[in-house]
């Protein structure tokens, strides 16, 4: 016996303080969950109105502390016969304390069992437990903003797709009208050549003249006012982005900001 207690050190002492306080985190669990099944019991056969007095009146408790009792039942323990914790009934609790058992109520029910097992939740202290709950939370969060951010961009990109194929139409159309235009062109040409090949009156030459360049001009006119469409599109878009990227990156906007003025600037040099 003398020996038994030479042999013990702290870290021994430790290590069964420690095993004391995790059985009665365990036993506490399983009563507040007992606990939780006779309140849910009680609620369906006290008079309606008179449950928060029944509460006060016969266990001292508040309405909250009720509340998070049975929830623990609903959570844990519908399913276990009112037993000993240490029967086979009760594995379905685990290894959870007291503790763990509350910080997991974070944790939705049908992926619980799953957050359990993938995170290792007997060897990890309370905090380490609430930073893991806090770090899931914080990826489900990230994950839902993603996928806003992805369906904004959906949408933005539906948008562009859209303004893409009208763009085609326009194009299309362009190229259309311009294959007519030039078809006048050339017909005008070889008509004017003639004209002056068999000495035809200068009135005729002068008016052949006239509509071959009224032709051109029109075909040089729908060009301007396609591509002038095109960017006035482009720049409107670009303006939003850049009032977009002011608060975002100050510095970036800055530079770009620079740059496309100097690029307005060459362009007007150049009409």
Request: hydrophobic share 35%; charged share 25%.
């Amino acid at each position: 016996m003398d020996n038994e207690i030479t042999n013990r050190t702290p870290q021994v002492i430790a290590f069964e303080i420690n095993s004391i306080k995790d059985q009665a985190g365990k036993m506490l669990l399983y009563s507040a969950i007992e606990i939780g099944r006779r309140l849910t019991e009680a609620k369906s056969l006290v008079n309606h109105g008179e449950w928060l007095q029944w509460l006060e009146e016969s266990v001292s408790y508040s309405k909250s502390t009720a509340e998070n009792l049975i929830r623990l039942y609903e959570e844990y323990g519908s399913n276990l016969p009112i037993d000993h914790p240490d029967s086979a009934n009760s594995q379905a609790l685990g290894n959870l304390s007291y503790t763990q058992a509350v910080l997991l109520l974070g944790v939705p029910k049908e992926e619980r069992e799953a957050f359990i097992a993938d995170n290792d939740i007997v060897s990890l202290s309370t905090r380490e437990l609430q930073q893991a709950v806090k770090e899931r939370d914080q990826a489900l969060s990230e994950k839902a903003d993603l996928q806003n951010t992805l369906n904004s961009n959906s949408g933005a990109i539906n948008q562009i797709t859209v303004e893409r194929d009208e763009l085609r139409k326009q194009y299309s159309s362009l190229t259309s009208v311009s294959k007519v235009k030039e078809a006048t062109i050339k017909t005008l040409q070889q008509q004017l050549e003639g004209a002056k090949k068999n000495n035809a009156s200068t009135e005729k030459i002068a008016a052949l003249e006239k509509e071959l360049k009224t032709v051109r001009a029109k075909v040089s006119a729908n060009k301007v006012v396609f591509h002038y469409d095109s960017i006035s599109k482009q720049f409107s878009e670009l303006l939003k982005e850049m009032a977009n990227l002011a608060p975002a990156d100050p510095e970036t906007h800055q530079k770009y900001r620079s740059e496309i003025s100097e690029f307005i600037g060459t362009i007007t040099k150049k009409l």
